[in-house]
């Protein structure tokens, strides 16, 4: 046993306290001694009263080990159990380009995107979820999971900048959702949601090029905008956010929704296109993802390990009962 599989692993820092207490019980026992002078080299045999002392004592001290290695709590072994679920497999798409710190929602385009995509993952249900981020790169920050708490705790983190490449790659991250799904040949109905404003300023991959490579492995992408088709200035990144992003004559960097690129894309992949101005849209996507046929998957769950500590708490309490019940009464008996 080793101490990954204990519990409570602190627990055994109370091993300290076996010799100090023998200490302490071998110091009472000298001062409780009456010295003999002249009697120290004569050998006697010891009494009954002693070797039950002794003896007591000693189950005393192997029930305090067996108490301590039981508050450890060892746990030896474990299981794996499997359940058979009847859903999709999802890939959630989340643009973290600058672009997505513009205002036009409130406080600004990322906040929108991590309260829809949260509120996405609260409405699922048997569906396994992944999540893939991308700005001028697409980076997978989830696999496919039924740990629903898991991605909300992930999409809580989602924040412009953390790819590390600027622009917005729609394409290559279309590409990236679709190979981190199941290949065609399991049988799984795959499906995108897309949560982006649409403008492609990186990659190597057009956003339809992208669509058509979903299309090509049968898997669906549901496209939600996020911004407004009108256009608003991008803000600097903080601490630098109360300015506006310019170009090198001056002028207003600006973003704004393309609707068309995204609706194409939804098209090509037999899909549909959303404009995410309210949580309604996110439940027209799940209807038209529950319309979608429902396959099964075998789901292992994590281990879980069995829990041992009984093994040495129930010797601990028979022996304490036995000290109590035999040594000690006997050792009343005798007085």
């Known amino acids: 046993m080793s101490f990954s599989d204990l519990a409570n692993p602190m627990a055994l820092a109370l091993v300290a306290v076996l010799p100090l207490a023998a200490v302490v019980t071998a110091r009472r026992a000298g001062e409780r001694a009456i010295p003999m002078p002249g009697l120290d080299g004569i050998r006697v045999r010891a009494g009954r ?18 108490l301590i290695v039981g508050l450890a709590r060892p746990r030896m072994g474990f299981q794996v159990t499997e359940e058979t679920r009847k859903g999709v497999d999802i890939m959630l798409g989340l643009d973290v380009s600058y672009s997505m710190l513009a205002r036009d929602y409130t406080p600004n385009r990322i906040s929108g995107v991590r309260r829809l995509a949260a509120a996405f993952v609260d409405k699922v249900a048997n569906d396994r979820v992944g999540v893939v981020a991308f700005a001028g790169v697409p980076v997978t920050q989830s696999p496919l999971t039924f740990d629903y708490a898991g991605l909300k705790k992930l999409i809580e983190r989602v924040d412009v900048g953390m790819v590390g490449a ?11 959702c679709v190979y981190r799904l199941p290949k065609e040949q399991q049988e799984r109905t795959r499906v995108i949601v897309f949560l982006t ?17 979903a299309a090509t492995k049968g898997v669906r992408v549901y496209t939600i905008g996020v911004g407004s088709p009108e256009g608003v200035p991008i803000p600097m990144p903080p601490p630098y956010d109360d300015e506006i992003a310019r170009d090198p004559q001056g002028r207003p960097v600006m973003t704004k929704l393309d609707e068309t690129t995204l609706s194409e894309v939804a098209r090509v992949t037999g899909g549909r296109y959303f404009r995410a101005e ?12 529950a ?18 500590a009984s093994l040495f708490l129930i010797p601990a309490a028979a022996l304490l009962a036995l000290d109590l019940l035999v040594f000690r009464g006997a050792w009343r008996v005798m007085h």
């Open 49 to 66: 009263r002693a070797v039950l002392a002794r003896f007591g004592t000693a189950l005393r001290y192997l029930a305090l080990a067996l």
């Open 166 to 176: 600027d622009g917005t790659a729609i394409g290559d991250a279309l590409a990236t």
């Open 291 to 308: 319309l979608l046929e429902k396959t099964e998957v075998t789901v292992k769950k994590t281990q879980e390990f069995k829990e041992r």
């Open 278 to 289: 309210t949580e309604r849209e996110l439940s027209e996507v799940l209807a038209q993802i």
């Open 197 to 213: 404003d649409g403008e492609q300023t990186a990659g190597y991959l057009p956003p339809i090029e992208g669509a058509r490579v």
